[in-house]
């Protein structure tokens, strides 16, 4: 079965730097989706990327699928407190849209001011 | 426009007792899925719909646990009897046209 491992576990950056979240997959992803989690509250939809080398930005954050479509990677520039929280990568395991998503582990964001 | 709303949002309940966890999904999506956040093991899918119809309940722990989904508008997870190991955040979502989840507020189940 598919699993998606994403680091680092957890992250504490300064404001105003910048930081990167990986997300990998055993297999290929037909679809890779972003989701922010703040701690009692529900997942929040950020972005999804399905093509091969597709990128997508949305204000300070960016997000990236290389090529092989087994990689994401999700960039915060010029961080800042309300960036903080869970980030959490999910994809469908299957080539047909519309299937369950599986989710990482997630990456648990502190930014000190 | 209303989100997916989940009720109730915090529950405590005593090992034995019947839980019911209830769902309305975003107006117009014909999926719906239900999942259970723990600290170890993560964000786990239990059960998934389509058009009111159970497609995939592998995730479903045990016989202990039961999903329904009358209709479009409205789904219920049920744990009878409940167990304390049953703690968790049980999330429900409804898939948008891009198979993006679109995930309620969640509703944290603790039994003691």
């Known amino acids: 079965s598919q699993e998606l491992e994403q680091s680092p576990q957890s992250l504490i950056v300064q404001e105003g730097k910048n930081l990167t979240i990986n997300c990998t997959s055993s297999?290929?992803?037909?679809?890779l989706y972003w989701y922010k989690q703040k701690y009692g509250e529900g997942l929040i939809f950020l972005m999804m990327?399905?093509?091969?080398?597709e990128e997508k930005s949305h204000e300070k954050i960016t997000a990236k699928l290389d090529e092989k479509k087994q990689q994401s990677s999700l960039h915060i520039t010029a961080s800042q407190p309300s960036h903080a929280g869970i980030y959490l990568c999910?994809?469908?395991?299957?080539?047909?849209?519309?299937?369950?998503?599986?989710f990482g582990q997630g990456t648990e964001l502190s930014v000190k001011p | 426009d209303a989100g997916v709303i989940q009720s109730p949002r915090h529950e405590v309940t005593e090992m034995g007792q019947e839980v019911t966890l209830r769902c309305k999904p975003i107006?117009?999506?014909?999926?719906l899925f239900w999942y259970r956040q723990t600290m170890m093991r993560g964000l786990e899918l239990l059960i998934y719909?389509?058009?009111?119809?159970?497609?995939?309940d592998s995730g479903m722990p045990e016989d202990r646990f039961s999903a329904k989904m009358p209709n479009a508008s409205f789904s219920t997870l049920k744990i009878q009897p409940s167990e304390p190991r049953d703690s968790a955040v049980y999330f429900c979502?409804?898939?948008?046209?891009?198979?993006?989840?679109?995930f309620g507020e969640g509703s944290r189940l603790t039994v003691l």
């Open positions: 990327l399905q093509k091969g080398g």
């Open positions: 297999k290929t992803l037909y679809g």
């Open positions: 107006s117009g999506h014909n999926s």
């Open positions: 719909f389509n058009n009111n119809v159970p497609i995939d």
């Open positions: 999910g994809a469908d395991p299957r080539a047909n849209q519309g299937g369950k998503l599986i």
């Open positions: 979502a409804s898939r948008g046209q891009y198979g993006e989840l679109f």
